[in-house]
């Protein structure tokens, strides 16, 4: 079945620092890849997404490539601030004439950022 | 994007009561989803909302005990019943088919 695996957190950067977060999925067909964030006390909301490979989703500074041939998702930010301090969260959603829209989650990586 | 809204969001409970959540959206939406998120973990599909017939419930759910109602496009509701410790979690409606979006979540501790 799909799945999603995230690297494990919590991680923890200074102000200013770069920003890997790993996610990895397993999918049949060609999913929609989503990465969502989550402040402390809020519900979800949409960071990027990228619907097909090689596509690049973008928003607030944060990038990530859909890479179908290591079936990546990884997301990236040049320069962390104390405010993207968050539990972000890699999802994938099937695609093709199964779609239900159904979204299935990583575990959730937790980011730090230090003054 | 639609505007989400969801009541309570939160509550504490006594086990073995029961607690219907509310989610209303702006917007007639097709696809309305519910999901649960435990302490410090990953959100997980209850079910989903199928307005005018029954919802669809995922693997390890059932209707018994996690009831939802989808009278309309813009509205369903939720209830947790017969309620333990175990489901002390954030409960979170999202919709959308393509892109989910979610609503603000309901914070629920049971005693």
């Known amino acids: 079945g799909n799945s999603v695996t995230q690297m494990e957190g919590p991680v923890t950067l200074s102000e200013e620092a770069f920003l890997t977060i790993n996610c990895t999925y397993t999918a049949t067909g060609y999913p929609s890849l989503f990465w969502y964030v989550q402040y402390p006390g809020e519900g979800l909301q949409l960071l990027l997404k990228?619907?097909?490979?090689?596509d690049k989703g973008s928003n607030k500074g944060f990038e990530a490539t859909y890479r179908k041939e290591t079936t990546s998702f990884h997301l990236e930010k040049g320069s962390v601030q104390v405010s993207d301090s968050a539990v972000y969260f890699c999802a994938l959603s099937s695609s093709g004439s199964s779609n239900t829209g159904k979204l299935i989650f990583g575990q959730g990586t937790t980011l730090q950022v230090k003054p | 994007s639609a505007v989400i809204s969801q009541k309570p969001s939160r509550d504490i409970c006594q086990r073995g009561t029961s607690l219907t959540i509310q989610c209303q959206v702006d917007?007639?939406?097709?696809?309305m989803f519910w999901y649960r998120q435990q302490p410090g973990q990953s959100l997980t599909l209850i079910a989903t909302?199928?307005?005018?017939?029954?919802?669809?419930?995922e693997s390890g759910f059932v209707i018994d005990k996690f009831p939802i109602s989808r009278p309309n496009l813009t509205f369903s509701t939720l209830t947790v019943s017969n309620m333990s410790p175990e489901d002390s979690s954030i409960y979170l409606c999202?919709?959308?088919?393509?892109?989910?979006?979610f609503g603000p979540g309901t914070r629920l501790l049971v005693l």
């Open positions: 990228a619907t097909k490979a090689d």
């Open positions: 999202s919709v959308g088919s393509e892109t989910q979006y």
């Open positions: 917007s007639q939406v097709t696809m």
């Open positions: 909302a199928n307005q005018g017939s029954e919802a669809t419930y």
